[in-house]
């Protein structure tokens, strides 16, 4: 098998992991108030509940670092799928509240280790291309959550069970992964420095980043949680138009990320993330004075155009800024992932209940802003991977890329 043929099947393969893994947390957030009545779970034990998944989901991202080390990303990813796909499936085939505990606790731990793998095989493979792929691979996660929200409102439009909803898509999805996963490629001990810790002084290095990484989170969460409760309560909207937004944020992040590698290939990783960032504040800003509905649909559309580029940059800006450590520096960030979901709703929440939701909406768009001070981190040159030498002809990359699995 040549060596374009292997990167090939290699990206093919991650990009539908990330495509699985958007189905898959899709079909469990969109059915929280489901899990609540089956399992008799009250208002005020549910945060509890939603809280352990992306803590466990945290402790998991680190062990994984350590993990790496003796079997590498896509062992651990090539496993980690499975079991996030059956904890998905025992959420719904219990019928006790230790039961959902349990498949809650084994989903975070498993989530926790799968969104690190796959992240540190997306970095090794963007390596690997010598150009941008990443946001590819997160356009695929947003077209799986696409695909999983209508699942989840087909089983609800239906009165089906959770178990009922939940097992053809684990059914077809688990065989195709596990199968998909032979052709993953790791390349990160390929390099010329063999990897190893981040050294003295290197989470400092990585910290920018790390709270670039909170504060996308905080921005999204906010987008999840409070968008449909924001519509209809502040800018008097119906209930069917209240659950408008998200769909249109799922929507504009998929196009975004779908087309976001060509600008960083064009104008670089920088220029890119300033401009998301600004972008996702002006669309703060639009909700927070928006006269009515549709403009504020305006304005969850701008976040989902603006916000979506950060995320999948922050990850290809560590690997690039701990060349020798990609896998430890992306198992470290992957933790402000859950710090920024964890934060996020009750920080909106909390603010709108003790002064107004619109002026709750002007503290996600200033963290958002905070990526403005940190755009250096994303780096330079080196970021557009290579953009010269393709220009230059360099026909070996360029091909690979155009003839590979666009994700």
């Known amino acids: 098998m040549t060596e374009d043929v292997r990167l090939r099947r290699g990206r093919g393969s991650l990009g539908f992991s990330f495509f699985v893994q958007g189905v898959t947390f899709a079909l469990l957030v969109t059915r929280i108030p489901a899990i609540q009545v089956r399992y008799g779970i009250s208002d005020g034990l549910l945060p509890a509940f939603l809280a352990a998944v992306p803590v466990l989901a945290g402790v998991s991202s680190v062990a994984t670092e350590h993990l790496v080390k003796r079997v590498g ?180 992040t998929l196009i975004g990320r779908a087309v976001g590698d060509l600008g960083v290939r064009r104008f670089g990783a920088v220029a890119v993330v300033r401009i998301g960032t600004l972008v996702a504040a002006g669309g703060f800003a639009v909700v927070a004075a928006a006269p009515g509905a549709w403009a504020g649909m305006l304005g969850f559309t701008l976040l989902g155009i603006g916000l979506c580029v950060i995320v999948p940059q922050t990850f290809a800006a560590a690997g690039r800024l701990f060349p020798g450590a990609s896998d430890t520096a992306i198992a470290r960030l992957n933790i402000f992932n859950y710090v920024g979901f964890l934060i996020g709703s009750p920080l909106v929440g909390g603010i709108g209940d003790a002064w107004s939701y619109r002026g709750a909406m002007l503290v996600p768009m200033a963290l958002v802003l905070v990526t403005l001070f940190h755009a250096r981190s994303f780096g330079s040159e080196g970021a557009r991977y290579g953009v010269g030498h393709e220009r230059r002809a360099g026909d070996r990359v360029v091909d690979v890329g155009r003839g590979g699995n666009e994700v």
């Open 73 to 252: 990303p896509a062992a651990v990813l090539r496993w980690a799928q499975p079991l996030v796909l059956l904890a998905l499936l025992g959420v719904g085939a219990g019928s006790r509240m230790w039961h959902v505990a349990v498949a809650l606790g084994a989903f975070g731990l498993s989530v926790g280790a799968l969104d690190a793998s796959m992240n540190m095989l997306g970095v090794s493979l963007q390596r690997a291309y010598g150009r941008s792929i990443m946001l590819g691979f997160h356009a695929a996660y947003s077209l799986g959550g696409i695909v999983g929200a209508s699942a989840a409102w087909a089983g609800a439009h239906w009165h089906l069970s959770l178990f009922t909803s939940y097992l053809p898509a684990v059914a077809v999805l688990l065989p195709l992964a596990f199968c998909g996963s032979r052709s993953y490629l790791d390349r990160s001990g390929e390099g010329e420095v063999p990897e190893k810790g981040l050294g003295a002084g290197g989470f400092t290095l990585l910290l920018p980043l790390c709270l670039v990484m909170a504060c996308a989170y905080i921005g999204d969460s906010t987008v999840s949680n409070w968008s449909a409760k924001y519509l209809q309560d502040v800018l008097g909207s119906s209930e069917q138009l209240a659950t408008v937004p998200y769909n249109v944020y799922m929507v504009t």
